[in-house]
């Protein structure tokens, strides 16, 4: 496994690149492994800079991403809320943009084609695009996988079988994309000259003024905002025009973009002008800014350990629930003992009876979990509270969640 130190700005190419958060060491964060697995685990430095000519916040190395993939457990449709939220989102567009049967759309990173389920089934077609082996679990009659990273030279080939598409989807990706500038010349390459593009990421402002610490981990290379993602793109010729925040994303709460080519007729809005400037009256180019953010991380890390170590000592039982790749970034700064947590619980059947990566806590299924008799569950994926809070078994039968954001609760 080779990990390279990163030299330059994955946008602009400066070398002005300063660090602002150092996270120690951790293993990479979505590779869930087996008992036999555990003794060849490897870590390594989670840290970020900050490019001082673009302002686009990365990871200070670039991991082997091939060994990440290999490794890949993620299903999204494992997400009943996730889904919801795409399937919103699609009728959103369809309708907007006014569909038509022979339009083309494109969805980069479709995972198992949660976002993809959603079109209507007369489009003529709709592509999916993945490297990870989640592509296997889609529905092939109605969507044509293909297995392959996105980028310029793939779009060329692309475009010698399909049409051009009308509306490209890319939902939570762009953070794993190592060369940006490529994948943007591969979008111009691809869209329509009358087509959109709606990307979603995780916002780096609502990272820093919340403490999101949890977004940052190996597989994330990237942490964005509206500067840097406008800046990247009007090198190849796509016009930010529209943004909105969206409270539900893969990973917490999102920012959703829409692109189009220069010269198609799509008006910038105020909202997103004044938005562009607001970050940076809000000191989006101000290492200040990210150096207080490690200070307030290392705060927040301390009161969620304190109120874990506060109930045990109380005496009660306590447990995680959920193995998320965030949740591993948490788990792996917060440091609590196995004689604490010893088990998460997962609905996903291809990590059940796998170990988390760094913490090694058993990953088990809700029966399982309520059988061990846990009073105190730290919920992970926060970012799905309000789901879980109605619908899990574990609250249903009296169990509590400790949950770690937006603010500190027990529920
Ligand atoms: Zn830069």
Known sequence: MRNKALKSCRICNSKNLSKYLDLGKHPFSNSFINKKQIRLEKKFPLELVLCKTCYLSQLSIIPDTKFIFDKYDYLSSSSRALSNHYKKLVETLSKQEKLKKDDVVMDIGCNDGI???????????????????????????????LKQFFNFNNSKNYLKKFDKPKIITITNVLAQIEDLNDFAKGLQNVLRDDGIIVIEFPYLKDMIDKGFFDLIYHEHLSYFSLNPIKYL?????????????????????????????????KKVTKKLKKQLKKELDWGLSNILKYKNFSKKTFRIIENIRGVIIKKYKEGYNLGCYTASAK????????????????????????KINKYTPGTHLKIINDVEFINKRIDYALLLSWNYANFFLKNSEFKKKGGKFIIPFPKLKIK
Not at 131 to 138: D, E, G, K, M
Not at 343 to 349: A, I, Q
Request: aromatic share 12%.
């Open 327 to 350: 949740g591993n970034t948490m788990l792996n700064c917060i440091k609590i003992s196995k004689k604490i947590f010893k088990y998460t619980s997962e609905n996903n059947k291809r």
């Open 233 to 265: 793109f009007e090198k190849y010729d796509l016009r930010l025009f529209n943004y909105q925040k969206v409270e539900i994303g893969a990973s917490g709460p999102a920012l959703r973009v829409f692109l189009c080519k220069k010269n198609f007729k």
């Open 115 to 145: 976002l993809l389920n959603h079109y209507p089934d007369y489009l003529k077609n709709i592509i999916g695009i993945e490297p990870s082996n989640a592509i296997n679990f889609v529905n092939k009659k109605k969507i044509i996988p």
